[in-house]
């Protein structure tokens, strides 16, 4: 089977545009796909931007910055998608969403289509089962920010076969990726391990212990964290986190090890959603961070 020369992403928000600025910047045409038109142009926008800032930061030549934005298409027509080798959905954290989007790509694609999830806890077996042969989709797990972090999960369930899981680390690797192949658990690797680092933050914080910015500058100072537990939060999403502590709970059956907290939940309705929102645990409207 031939390798990966073409690219899909599915979704143009933070993951996918990250994705997608990876994938132009390592050589490969991608299509970057989103129903929201306007979604779209901020995102490309972005894009472009992040590109010329690596220019003037003298990280890339501006030969290589127009080369990739050359790579870039932005699409709103998902039959445009039928000729990639690799689908990457990066699409909302919700179940129906990406049965929605599978079910319709099993349709467009070509059989030989590689189909791969940026899902950070969602069961990859259960995601396969909404394509006709389960075989070739598997997980594959970005960190955000997906230009800078260089780990990805590739996450195999149960009836992902061994020529999929080699093709995505056989990309990884091209696009200078650091892969590890793991098992479809509840929240894979990384997820599973930074549950109690947040929870126990959380309960820290809520039992006055210690504050917000104390724990985060421990973490940092004595365990040699980049960024501690609450700057973390703002970064990925508060409600983006929280949804992910919930899918993680409820894969476990309950296990107390994995409860989210409340107080999450009340950032959450109160729609301190971190960075994107200006405000978190921290206040991003002014200068300071």
Do not use: W
């Not at 472009?48 to 934005?69: C, N, T, W």
């Not at 126990?200 to 724990?215: P, T, Y």
């Not at 939940?265 to 301190?272: F, H, N, P």
């Amino acid at each position: 089977m031939e390798g990966v020369n073409k690219v899909a992403v599915i979704g143009s928000g933070t993951m996918g545009a990250g994705i997608a600025q990876v994938a132009i910047q390592n050589g490969y045409s991608s299509i970057l796909y989103d129903i929201d038109q306007q979604q779209l142009a901020k995102a490309k926008a972005q894009v472009f931007k992040r590109l010329e800032r690596l220019v003037e930061k003298g990280r890339i030549l501006d030969e290589e910055s127009i080369q990739a934005k050359e790579k870039l298409m932005v699409t709103t027509d998902l039959k445009s998608l039928e000729k990639v080798d690799l689908v990457i959905e990066a699409a909302p954290e919700k179940l129906d969403i990406k049965k929605s989007i599978f079910h319709q790509l099993n349709d467009i694609c070509s059989p030989e289509t590689l189909f791969a999830t940026n899902t950070s806890s969602l069961s990859i077996t259960e995601i396969a089962g909404y394509i006709q042969d389960p075989s070739r989709l598997a997980g594959f797990h970005f960190f955000n920010p997906a230009p800078l972090m260089p780990l990805v999960e590739i996450v195999q369930g149960i009836s992902t076969n061994q020529d999929t899981i080699n093709r995505l680390k056989d990309f990884a690797e091209k696009i200078h990726k650091y892969p590890v192949v793991c098992q479809d658990t509840p929240g894979f690797i990384v997820n599973r391990v930074a549950r109690p680092f947040y929870n126990e933050a959380l309960r820290i914080m809520n039992d006055q212990v210690a504050s917000v910015e104390q724990i985060d500058r421990i973490m940092k100072k004595a365990g040699g964290f980049k960024m501690g537990p609450f700057e973390l939060q703002d970064l990925i999403g508060i409600d983006i986190n929280l949804a992910t502590t919930r899918t993680v709970y409820s894969s476990f059956y309950g296990e107390n090890r994995f409860r989210p907290h409340y107080y999450q939940e009340r950032m959450v309705q109160a729609g301190r959603l971190g960075r994107k929102t200006e405000g978190g645990f921290y206040d991003y409207a002014s200068a300071e961070h």
